[in-house]
Structures are given as C-alpha cells and as structure tokens.
C-alpha cells in the first residue's frame, strides 16, 4: 500500500507540473540516472550501466523535443544535448567512466542553473 501511495503522489506531481517544474524533473532525473550508472560500474553490473544510460538518453531526447527554438539560446542548448547523445552512446558501448562523469558533470550545471533560473522568476 505504500509504494502504491509513493507511486500515485509521483504521477500527481508530473501531471500538476509547470513546464518549469518538469524541466527540473528532468535534470534531476538525468542526474539520478548518470549516478546510479557510476554505481553499477563500480559493480560491474554491464545490465545495470545499460538500462541507466538508455534512460538518460531518453531524458536527454525528452529536453531535445521540448526545446522552444524560437528562444535563443535553444539553438545552443539542442547543440549541447545532441553532444550529450553522442557521448552516451559511447560511454555505453565502452562503459567509459570518464564520459560518464562528463556527463554527470553537465546534468548537475544544468539542473543547479534551471533551479536557481527558476527561484529568479
């Protein structure tokens, strides 16, 4: 019955969600994802690091389709995400640590800036 709750309240937070609100769910996934593939490196668990870079490329394809390309800075944001696809891919297929903190790195900057972007407003 609990996860049942815990699962409910995570589909009414998306659902009520600003768009703003939904880009930092996003970050904060991406981060989430980024680190528990650290995790199943250090394991060695090949399935693991798989299944968490998919799902970081599927946030990174997600921020992809809902850029505003009518917004400046769009247009170096989708040039920074296609950059971030790339390198998963190759942190996948080489389960290459070094890309992966990279990228880790990015995902944190991106989350803390959209978080205080957000407090501004």
């Known amino acids: 019955m609990n996860q049942s709750a815990a699962r409910q309240y995570q589909q009414n937070s998306v659902l009520t969600a600003t768009p703003a609100e939904l880009t930092l769910m996003l970050y904060k996934g991406l981060v989430k994802f980024l680190k528990i593939a650290l995790l199943e490196l250090d394991q060695n668990n090949l399935q ?18 809902t850029l505003n390309m009518n917004i400046s800075v769009s247009e170096n944001m989708a040039s920074m995400y296609q950059y971030m696809l790339e390198r998963l891919i190759e942190a996948n297929l080489k389960k290459d640590r070094a890309i992966i903190e990279e990228l880790l790195g990015f995902a944190e900057e991106f989350r803390d800036t959209w978080s205080q972007a957000m407090k501004g407003a």
């Open 48 to 65: 693991g690091i798989h299944i968490n870079l998919i799902k970081s490329q599927d946030i990174i394809e997600e921020l992809l389709c």
